[in-house]
């Protein structure tokens, strides 16, 4: 090794530069030496800055090549220096090896990069990196075919959504992935169509195609988008229309139901009458007592139909807003209801002034203070507490009483139409009444509830908004603010 | 004006309502002449005598139920008010629709007065009685 050092640096047979030959001036010489020097420290400096970027961009493409570069113009400028420094060193043999070294470098370099070059070739355009970017973003599936239809691109997102692998579909037709009536339309329009997964499901689509120049070639692009989440939207409003339609039947049914039936029942309460006009002394105790009957069967089947129409128009008619006296209104009731006479009303709270639709309001409590009447304890005087208090947004008014109360299991069942808790014979009920409240109360956007701690008797408590929300409900105030 | 001499026209289609009012004059003893008409139609013919229908003449009032078949008693109040001649004459509703717009509609056409046929009873045609003996009469219908 260090014979092959003293070898190399063996000057021995050579003069310096400055003697060989005589023409030597200093400006020729130092001309030399110190462009020499200058391509040197060039030389230094470049591979130094490539060899700084692929240290920091490690995920660039060929750094072999990058390699390559920097040792050769490394050592074309060992090369310059050692030229510069034969001027006093006629160290020949060293720059003979130096330049051995250089030319088998750079023949390295170019075979490297003959062999890269197509490669180099292919990458992508800055612009379009932007555009794979893109592509592999988009929610919708994008395909790009040739104008054969092949399939030449393949984007993530259509991955996901047929469930196919770029690398399988890549090279085949289109066609064989979506039936070729949908490819045909390729003026940006849009095609809805179901189309298969992979799995065989189906999935619900929109595409959109377009026909462009792309590198001096005819392309086509295909955008799909998944339209599931929106078909499912459709199908749900869809259904919820006709649910509103049937409900709306289901009411004029109820209204038209029992107006109808209120017809007959009179006519029969006519007829019972004029029996009894005509023929009343002539009749056996027993028909008396029977025709008595009747009118109480036709009495308590009017009431009924009464409430059936009352429960199906909630909501039906155009609602009028004023200012209610809930006291007021109260007041009323407790003097229309027969109770008897050891039966105590109480109200506890404020009563507020409402500004609201008073027949419903009215019906809420007329129903709630008659029902406590209705089914007070035969084992005890009667007694209602009503009271009211501001609870923020709301106006929370509870009615409780001491009679014969809700078993907690029924508690729910209480407020649907028709369920009746006692058997008709003891109480003269229609069985509406709760589920007039409820569906009242929530018109309104309020809440009602049986409290389900209380043992004795009932106490239902209904929240009643201070502003109505639902849009068919309006105050005056909003209708002048309007104007 | 003798109140006896009103005739009492009743629109009603259902024979047993009709019967009930009848009953009823003839229990409160009045006299006054009543015509019944099954329908809005045969009611038009009774105030102007067409169709084979005897013309009502002097001072009448006009008992109107609402839903009846053929012409309904809120057309046949219409036909009433748009014809020159009659479109002066003293209409009662006398019905089982409760429905406010019927209501709204019937008074929108100025009827005397809105009666439900459940709330009436015999209280109606001492009603009636009073009101005949009492009000005074447009001059055409006299």
């Known amino acids: ?483 | 004006m003798k109140k006896d001499n009103i005739t009492i026209l009743l629109l009603e289609d259902d024979e047993i309502d009709a019967e009930l009012v009848r009953r009823s004059i003839k229990s409160q003893g009045l006299k006054n002449p009543l015509v019944h008409a099954e329908n809005g139609e045969i009611g038009l013919h009774c105030l102007r005598g067409t169709n084979g229908y005897e013309k009502i003449t002097g001072s009448y009032i006009v008992m109107v139920d609402i839903n009846m078949p053929v012409m309904n008693g809120l057309e046949f109040i219409s036909a009433v008010r748009e014809d020159p001649e009659l479109k002066d004459a003293i209409l009662f509703v006398l019905t089982t629709s409760d429905d406010d717009n019927d209501i709204a509609a019937a008074y929108a056409a100025n009827v005397s007065g809105y009666f439900l046929k459940g709330d009436v009873g015999p209280h109606l045609v001492k009603c009636l009685d009073l009101y005949n003996s009492l009000v005074q009469f447009p001059p055409m219908a006299r």
């Open chain 1, 1 to 483: 090794m260090t014979e092959l050092f003293s070898t190399l640096l063996d000057t021995t047979g050579f003069p310096p530069r400055w003697y060989c030959g005589t023409a030597w001036t200093q400006e020729l010489g130092w001309t030399h030496i110190v462009s020499d020097l200058v391509i040197f420290a060039s030389y230094t400096m470049i591979p130094l800055v490539l060899a700084f970027f692929i240290f920091i961009r490690k995920d660039f493409p060929f750094q072999s090549i990058f390699l390559l570069f920097i040792s050769f113009i490394f050592l074309c400028g060992i090369i310059h220096l050692v030229e510069a420094s034969i001027f006093w060193e006629p160290w020949y043999r060293l720059s003979g090896a130096v330049k051995v070294l250089t030319a088998i470098v750079s023949v390295a370099t170019v075979i490297a990069l003959t062999r890269f070059i197509p490669q180099i070739m292919k990458l992508p355009k800055f612009l379009n990196m932007q555009l794979q970017t893109i592509l592999e973003n988009a929610p919708e599936a994008i395909i790009i075919t040739d104008q054969a239809g092949i399939i030449e691109s393949y984007n993530p997102a259509a991955e996901r959504i047929f469930q196919h692998k770029e690398e399988d579909v890549l090279g085949n037709p289109l066609s064989a992935y979506i039936p070729s009536k949908f490819l045909l339309v390729n003026d940006g329009s849009i095609v809805e169509c179901n189309l298969e997964k992979k799995d065989r499901s189906k999935v619900p689509t929109e595409i959109t195609s377009s026909v462009v120049h792309m590198d001096h070639q005819m392309k086509k692009i295909f955008i799909i988008r998944d339209i599931s989440t929106r078909k499912d939207y459709e199908e749900k409003v869809a259904l919820n229309i006709e649910l509103q339609k049937s409900n709306q039947e289901l009411n004029s049914f109820a209204y038209i139901a029992s107006h109808d039936l209120k017809s007959p029942l009179r006519a029969i309460r006519s007829l019972s009458s004029f029996v009894q006009e005509d023929c009343y002394s002539l009749l056996p105790d027993a028909s008396k007592d029977h025709l008595q009957k009747i009118e109480d069967r036709i009495e308590r089947m009017e009431a009924l139909l009464d409430s059936l129409l009352a429960y199906s128009r909630i909501g039906k008619q155009p609602t009028q807003m004023s200012n209610v006296d809930c006291q007021q209104i109260f007041d009323t009731i407790i003097e229309e209801t027969e109770a008897p006479e050891d039966f105590k009303f109480e109200m506890h709270g404020t009563m507020p002034t409402l500004e609201t639709t008073p027949s419903l309001f009215t019906q809420v409590a007329q129903n709630l203070v008659e029902n406590s009447v209705k089914y007070r304890s035969p084992d005890r005087p009667g007694e209602v507490i009503i009271s009211c208090y501001d609870i923020g947004k709301n106006y929370e008014f509870t009615i409780k009483d001491n009679g014969v109360g809700i078993p907690k299991k029924f508690h729910e069942k209480a407020f649907k139409a028709f369920q009746r808790l006692n058997s008709g014979q003891e109480i003269d009920g229609s069985g509406i009444g709760l589920a007039t409240v409820k569906k009242i109360v929530e018109y309104m956007g309020g809440k009602v509830v049986i409290d389900p701690n209380v043992t004795e008797g009932t106490t239902i408590t209904f929240t009643w908004p201070k502003k109505h929300k639902n849009p068919n409900i309006s105050s005056q105030q909003d209708i002048q603010e309007a104007s």
